[in-house]
């Protein structure tokens, strides 16, 4: 059995997720979310989604984005 490098789970049924060439084991997708999802730069909470990026920054969403200054992002044109 393999162990989730998240939750530290031993289980029969992991997954394996290749991410800039390193190779991360998991139990299931919450603990993959917990470990590989960025968070967004003003709310904190993991992006998940598409989210929306400006000069290098993640936000989950425009209204993040724009509390934290980048003006340019709108959620709907």
């Known amino acids: 059995m393999n162990r989730c490098e998240t939750c530290g789970n031993e289980y029969d049924k992991t997954f394996e997720v290749l991410k800039d060439g390193r190779r991360h084991t998991f139990d299931s ?3 993959a979310v917990q470990a590989l999802a960025p968070t967004c730069e003003h709310c904190g909470c993991r ?3 598409h989210g929306v990026e400006a000069r290098d920054r993640i936000f989950c969403c425009a209204n993040c984005a724009q ?3 980048e003006k340019a ?3 709907r044109a």
């Open 29 to 31: 997708f919450e603990c």
């Open 73 to 75: 992002l709108q959620d």
């Open 47 to 49: 992006v998940i989604g």
């Open 67 to 69: 509390a934290a200054g």
